[in-house]
């Protein structure tokens, strides 16, 4: 079936459509901004996304009019007396489960936010100052890599208002989170792409709306999810059971009968054939 006949269903059409415009150039800087604010669309309203780029714009104007030389220390020393002294950008450790602290919007405007939405804040004034820096998607805490020449790297902790964190900090952070038998690898510290990025807030945001039972808003998410990973099946499944669950029994069958098509092996079939039958009469 294709996507773009059927969906969306619950997301709203113009943050859909946004989103599906990044996909087409997914590895590009504006990408993930662009993809950041399409995410926020699905729930917010009258999102301008030229002010929000003209706001980001501010601050590397600003933090580069202060700099007197070439030297990439003075560009990161200004950066973040700019971002967390001035701006005042720092985690919502009050709130961290507030949906707003995923959408790039909000917290432009209230300078809360989470790890992964305030690393993407870090890392477009960054690059946006000739900085070489990447996202790092540590498990359960996202940070911002910064190479400073020679041969230095650093981990930024924006959510910790931009504290440098050395490999060992980095490591005790994750083994707080996952136990001490949590291995540290160089590997964690690849860069992660647009799509990794922007599938990591449409996670979180499918755990916070999942565990409060706001299905029409997973359904959403999951809509954005599939234009992300168009060739993940198991997405059409999510979304035929929660559409099923808010009661849009055609598209639920819809998805639910094209999953299995292409699926014929998967270990719960019986039961959604059943559940198939029961959507299609």
């Known amino acids: ?40 669309m699905s729930q917010m309203r009258d999102v301008d996304a030229a002010a929000l780029d003209a706001q980001l714009q501010k601050y590397a104007d600003t933090i580069r009019k202060r700099v007197r030389g070439p030297q990439t220390q003075a560009v990161i020393a200004h950066l973040h007396d700019v971002l967390f ?30 790890p992964i939405t305030l ?57 707080e989170l996952f136990g001490p038998e949590v291995p ?29 039972n706001r299905y029409s808003d997973v359904a959403a998410v999951l809509e954005m999810e599939m234009l992300l990973w168009p060739n993940q099946d198991h997405l059409q499944r999510d979304l035929a059971l929660v559409l099923a669950r808010i009661g849009l029994s055609r598209p639920a069958s819809l998805w639910l009968d094209a999953y299995l098509r292409n699926n014929p092996d998967d270990p719960q079939k019986s039961d959604l054939k059943q559940l198939l039958d029961v959507l299609s009469n």
């Open 1 to 40: 079936m294709s996507q773009s006949a059927a969906l969306p269903q619950c997301c709203s059409p113009e943050a859909f459509r946004l989103l599906a415009r990044q996909v087409q150039s997914l590895d590009s800087p504006d990408a993930l901004v662009q993809g950041a604010i399409a995410i926020a």
């Open 85 to 114: 002294e001035e701006e005042g950008f720092a985690g919502n450790t009050e709130d961290y489960y507030n949906t707003a602290n995923s959408y790039l919007p909000a917290v432009l405007a209230t300078k809360r936010g989470l």
């Open 119 to 175: 690393s993407l804040i870090y890392k477009v004034v960054a690059e946006r100052l000739g900085l070489r820096t990447w996202g790092v998607g540590l498990p359960g805490h996202f940070l911002v890599a910064l190479e400073e020449p020679p041969q230095t790297l650093l981990l930024v902790d924006p959510f910790a208002k931009g504290r440098i964190l050395t490999r060992e900090e980095a490591h005790a952070r994750i083994q």
């Open 184 to 212: 540290w690898t160089e590997d964690l510290l690849r860069p992660a792409t647009n799509r990794h990025w922007l599938t990591r807030i449409l996670q979180n945001l499918l755990h916070i709306f999942g565990t409060n």
